[in-house]
């Protein structure tokens, strides 16, 4: 993803707006947020989108980066980023809490039926056989999205331009064909789920839900609480899915608890309100 639709994914002070940092316990010295110029959200109609951001460059960044992670933030390229937007907080952090993770009758059969597939965490390193499996499902799922225009110097840039411990875990059939991959930071207290893509053909493997159960079981073998999921938003069918997973914990006000999906808040601005304009608007 990049913070400007079209552009270069570097923030230029053209449209940003300096912030004060983050009163959320976070300790960052010589770092600098910024907020983003208001669009149009990418998940929910007629609603305004605003992002707090800062770039990860110091020395310090795994660490920093693990602490942002735990308040809600994620990740792009060289950046971490968490939504602000005004009158609206439809946008949950949400992570599977390892330990407490047990099995449903939905998750037992999309276990069983990739049994057969086999898991390997590899070095972020873009290869062509990834980015075709990208392209392919970019084209299948989200065909009018900006990310289904990515070349593969973009597909690059996303897998590759990583301050932190980035990994990108590939999963193959007993023919060696990848059918399924995901891009992960490797956290202090367990994996941040980047992004994933599938054979969008083989519908009965679940193979999305099947790269998260992966990641479930990769925590425990590294003895890690936590699969980092992004946000949950009910009003997204793209989003809200993340609800159905065991275990989950929601990032609230008083830190993080248990799941319990809030009621819909609708914006009480206009998008015009929110300092931009959309589509007859």
């Given at each position: 993803?990049?913070?400007?639709?079209?552009?270069?994914?570097?923030?230029?002070?053209?449209?940003?707006?300096?912030?004060?940092?983050?009163?959320?316990?976070?300790?960052?010295p010589l770092q600098q947020f910024f907020a983003t110029a208001a669009v149009a959200c990418p998940y929910i109609p007629?609603?305004?989108?605003?992002?707090?951001?800062?770039?990860?460059?110091?020395?310090?960044?795994?660490?920093?980066?693990?602490?942002?992670?735990?308040?809600?933030?994620?990740?792009?390229?060289?950046?971490?980023?968490?939504?602000?937007?005004?009158?609206?907080?439809?946008?949950?952090?949400?992570?599977?809490?390892?330990?407490?993770?047990?099995?449903?009758?939905?998750?037992?059969?999309?276990?069983?039926?990739?049994?057969?597939?086999?898991?390997?965490?590899?070095?972020?390193?873009?290869?062509?056989?990834?980015?075709?499996?990208?392209?392919?499902?970019?084209?299948g799922r989200h065909r009018d999205s900006e990310m289904a225009s990515m070349t593969y110097g973009d597909y690059r840039?996303?897998?590759?331009?990583?301050?932190?411990?980035?990994?990108?875990?590939?999963?193959?059939?007993?023919?060696?064909?990848?059918?399924?991959?995901?891009?992960?930071?490797?956290?202090?207290?367990?994996?941040?789920?980047?992004?994933?893509?599938?054979?969008?053909?083989?519908?009965?493997?679940?193979?999305?839900?099947?790269?998260?159960?992966?990641?479930?079981?990769?925590?425990?073998?590294?003895?890690?609480?936590?699969?980092?999921?992004?946000?949950?938003?009910?009003?997204?069918?793209?989003?809200?899915?993340?609800?159905?997973?065991?275990?989950?914990?929601?990032?609230t006000a008083g830190g993080w608890a248990d799941f319990m999906p809030p009621a819909p808040q609708p914006s009480r601005?206009?998008?015009?309100?929110?300092?931009?304009?959309?589509?007859?608007?």
């Amino acid at each position: 993803m990049k913070f400007r639709p079209g552009g270069n994914d570097k923030p230029n002070r053209a449209w940003l707006r300096r912030e004060t940092p983050a009163s959320d316990g976070l300790i960052a010295p010589l770092q600098q947020f910024f907020a983003t110029a208001a669009v149009a959200c990418p998940y929910i109609p007629a609603r305004a989108e605003r992002k707090l951001i800062v770039e990860l460059s110091a020395s310090s960044t795994p660490k920093f980066y693990d602490d942002l992670s735990r308040a809600g933030f994620r990740r792009s390229h060289r950046f971490a980023y968490r939504p602000v937007c005004r009158a609206c907080a439809s946008c949950v952090p949400v992570r599977i809490a390892v330990e407490r993770f047990g099995h449903t009758r939905s998750t037992r059969r999309i276990r069983n039926a990739n049994r057969d597939l086999i898991g390997d965490l590899a070095p972020a390193r873009a290869t062509p056989e990834q980015f075709e499996l990208f392209s392919a499902y970019q084209r299948g799922r989200h065909r009018d999205s900006e990310m289904a225009s990515m070349t593969y110097g973009d597909y690059r840039g996303m897998v590759e331009e990583s301050p932190v411990r980035t990994k990108i875990a590939e999963f193959r059939d007993s023919s060696n064909h990848l059918v399924a991959a995901s891009l992960i930071d490797l956290l202090d207290d367990g994996i941040s789920a980047v992004y994933s893509f599938y054979d969008t053909r083989q519908a009965k493997r679940s193979l999305g839900t099947w790269s998260i159960l992966w990641l479930v079981e990769e925590c425990r073998r590294r003895a890690r609480p936590y699969v980092y999921l992004g946000y949950w938003i009910a009003d997204s069918p793209k989003m809200a899915y993340k609800a159905r997973f065991p275990a989950l914990e929601q990032l609230t006000a008083g830190g993080w608890a248990d799941f319990m999906p809030p009621a819909p808040q609708p914006s009480r601005l206009t998008p015009r309100e929110e300092g931009i304009l959309v589509a007859g608007g």
